[in-house]
């Protein structure tokens, strides 16, 4: 970070920020180029961030602490006033026969030992961590991605799919239905709309398990409870593309939509 002379309220601010980073870089054995890049940058301020690589199972806090506060040195000793550096934060992925607990631990000391030292100020952001599911097993962190993140993601998603489709004037769908490789039978439901600006705009909105007798009438009221789960029913209609499957006159009848488009024979 670079100051230059103009001042706001009577206070220096600054007015340059630059990032310098490499990946899988560790305190113990940094980038010496990118080091130089920093010296010759000349900022009046440097932020020092932990990513927690030198934490391993036979690390030493107290050594990657030195090792930090080398590095620090050497950028006061450029010319730098003052180094930040952003504590460790929480890790929930470990490689090597590393752990939570040995890695929390470590992490710990470091970021008190550093707290300690007179030659850097510590940054800490103690609202910025994994949840604690992420801290267990693999298998708890699939349940949680499972249960919390996807769903999650879905709803936010959903939301402005929803908000997209209501701005649409004129509505189309496209449906068919398919077999799993587990022999499971879904029909997905595809959305294609016309807004008023006449930008279209096509989503996929659903794929519904079949676990009923695939009628006319069983396929008509599964596809209609899409219609309705979405409000996609407009005043003019709903077109509907389908195969030439037998059932489909009797599932566009049965859901109430038309024009009914076939698929073209391919002669």
């Known amino acids: 970070m670079k100051h230059n002379c103009e001042r706001i309220k009577g206070q220096l601010v600054p007015m340059?920020?630059?990032?310098?980073?490499?990946?899988g870089m560790k305190a113990s054995k940094p980038n010496p180029g990118l080091l130089k890049q920093v010296k010759m940058y000349g900022a009046d301020l440097v932020v020092v961030s932990l990513g927690g690589n030198d934490i391993t199972t036979a690390s030493v806090p107290k050594d990657i602490v030195a090792a930090v506060l080398d590095i620090a040195?050497?950028?006061?000793d450029s010319g730098v006033s003052t180094i930040l550096v952003l504590e460790i934060g929480e890790r929930g992925a470990f490689r090597d026969?590393?752990?939570?607990?040995?890695?929390?631990?470590?992490?710990?000391?470091?970021?008190q030992l550093l707290g300690k030292s007179e030659l850097v100020e510590v940054l800490r952001l103690p609202h910025i961590r994994f949840p604690a599911e992420f801290m267990r097993d693999k298998r708890q962190q699939l349940k949680i991605i499972s249960d919390k993140v996807i769903p999650d993601m879905y709803t936010v998603v959903r939301a402005q799919v929803e908000?997209?489709?209501n701005d649409c004037i004129s509505i189309a769908i496209t449906t068919d239905g398919w077999t799993s490789r587990?022999?499971?039978?879904?029909?997905t439901v595809s959305v294609h709309g016309l807004d008023s600006n006449w930008n279209l705009h096509n989503y996929v909105v659903a794929t519904r398990m079949l676990d009923v007798s695939h009628t006319g009438v069983n396929v008509g009221e599964a596809l209609a409870g899409v219609i309705c789960e979405f409000d996609l029913m407009r005043s003019?209609?709903?077109a509907v593309v389908s195969d030439n499957a037998a059932n489909m006159d009797v599932v566009a009848k049965a859901a109430m939509l038309s024009?009914?488009?076939?698929?073209?024979?391919?002669?």
């Not at 340059?16 to 990946?23: D, M, Q, T």
């Not at 587990?182 to 029909?187: D, F, G």
Request: net charge positive; glycine share 10%.
């Open 16 to 23: 340059e920020v630059r990032f310098f980073g490499a990946g």
């Open 73 to 76: 040195q050497e950028f006061l």
């Open 97 to 111: 026969g590393l752990g939570y607990r040995s890695f929390a631990s470590q992490r710990a000391r470091i970021n």
């Open 163 to 165: 908000a997209k489709l």
């Open 182 to 187: 587990a022999c499971q039978s879904y029909l």
């Open 236 to 238: 003019s209609g709903i």
């Open 259 to 267: 024009p009914h488009i076939k698929c073209l024979p391919i002669p």
